[in-house]
């Protein structure tokens, strides 16, 4: 009678550290879902500021009468076209998050261009208003990078722990998949061109 006691007692101790242990398990993979989440959320925070900054630049352009318009067009569109592509955060898988940034990609080549042409006004380059929005712009385009790199960070620290044995049984039975990462554009890899 003792023995069985004891039998019971080890099972149910076993148990006990078995269920414990997938619950440890299971807890660390959400938070680290939720981080990587919550880093997608800041990565979209500091493109929509670039976003809300474009307006208010626009605009200021605007007020030169004889800027060339299809520049202002372009940018217009391309933000509305970024903007307008979301990503849920549950699923960041290679194509949504390659639509994103080809979105993003377009509107930072619209704003580029944009930057080109304004070097022939030099009226506008002294307006107050337009240093301030540029400078602001400017700062933006720093954070996306840096909070890209953030993202990367946590995505990579995610998928590397579903990946890993035993972890990538456990994962793969709750469903937990891999989170895609921000690449370079195409062509970055080849310097530019400078001729004189």
Known sequence: MKKSWIIGGVIV????????????????????????????????????????????????????ADFEQKTLTDVIEARSKATSVNVNPQNLDQQSLQKF???????????????????RYPQLKANENFLQLQAQLEGTENRITVERRKFNEVAREYNSMIRRFPMNLFASSFDFERKAYFEADKGAEEPPKVEF
């Open 101 to 119: 940034q080809q979105a993003q990609g377009q509107l930072g080549s619209a704003l580029s261009r944009l930057m080109v042409v304004v070097e």
């Open 13 to 64: 101790l076993i148990l006990i550290i078995l269920i414990g242990n997938s619950i440890g398990k299971y807890n660390a993979l959400v938070d680290r879902e939720e981080a990587v989440e919550a880093q997608w959320s800041q990565v979209e925070n500091v493109y929509q500021r670039r976003a809300d900054l474009i307006p208010n630049l626009v605009n200021t352009v605007k007020g030169y």
